[in-house]
């Protein structure tokens, strides 16, 4: 009887041989892969004036200068709208999806306006409600991609692509989020035995504070608020060349439906390279606390991450998480603002010794980085958004299991200014890349005279 394990197997085999490609074929044929530029710069594909993404600056003989990062959101950088919000003791992520969505900041009125509006819009109606609890799994990206699938069918214009409907598609799915995260993560501990607790999302509470509020009840603090205003506000958007973005760009350039599009970002989000990163840096500090007995020991520090970095310790790939960006060089600036507040917190929760060693660790691992990398090294290294975002989600009180939902329900409202942006081109095309083609010319053989494989 033919097993379908035997035929995986013997596929999985030929695998090996017949698909794998020499990486120097990508020199030869002068191919750009994973669409990155020798000096690792990203291949310029299209334009925006959604969000911008600077890590360095070119000399005028064309070598890059490694500048503090910047992060634009529609010409305005992210450390200005964070400080102005600050600055007036308020929150600043409804800011933020006002700016990115509609292209300019808006007033006073018009801020306290859409902030009603969102606070409103967040709740489902109950049979949204009664499927989002009725799905099964084990990873609330992929119940959230599921859901948000689902939608197309309460929707009833889901295929228009007029700017009004688009508009009004993103706001509901930016408000949405919040509420579908938290009632699948409560269904999901309800699946395995834990009590179910549905809150309601509460009128004139913010996003942020709306969403702790469906995750923990009132057990959460100003500050964890603050914070995690601050969390959605630097992942809003990074451009669009990220991955997910890009996703949701290239599906929507073949006109597909905006819960298509917006599936498919989700479905890339997942991924431990992209939005799962956060996790991989959660999985790692655990590891080096455990193995590293004087948080305040410089050489102990060094000596370990030494070991990492040459795949004698944790996962053995050499890799320190959190440390590195594609673009970022000096600094992320997503990074700077979520550490500065992540001391306060820190402070709040009683957690000051472990925020002085992640920061004492961002300091050696970067150093280290640099000198085992020595002349081969091609660019200055930082600490990424990820290597606090972990640490300042474990303080709020959040579980693991919705940090990469918690990017998603920041990075919804870039992906949704992107697909508008990419449908409203006059004369758009479908994004189609080409691949050049590796293989060798090969005859057919009739079935007869094949040789056994």
Known sequence: MIQMDDIIKKISETIKTTTQIDPELFNVYNVKRGLRNEDHTGVVVGLTKVGDVVGYERNEDGSLKAIPGKLMYRGISLEEIVRGAQHENRLGFEETIYLILAGYLPDKQELDNFSTMLSRTMDLNQKITMHILDLEGQDIMNILARCVLELYTFDEAPDDTSEENLVRQSLNLVATFPTIIAYAYNALRHNVGKSLHIRHPQEGLSLAENFLYMMKGHNYTPLDVKILDLALMVHADHGGGNNSTFTVRVTSSAGTDTYSSIAAGIGSLKGPLHGGANLRVVDMLKHIKKNVKDWTDVDEIDTYLKKILNKEAYNKTGLIYGIGHAIYTISDPRAVLLKEMARDLAIEK?????????????ERAIKNFMEFKG???????????????GFVYDMIGLPQEIYTPLFAMARIVGWCAHRIEELNFKERRIIRPAYKNASDVKKYKEIDKRNKQ
């Not at 009683?350 to 961002?362: D, I, Q, T």
């Open 350 to 362: 009683g957690r000051e010794k472990e925020f002085n060693f992640m920061s004492l660790l961002e």
């Open 375 to 389: 002349t081969n090294v091609k660019k200055q290294v930082c600490a990424n958004v990820d290597f606090y975002s």
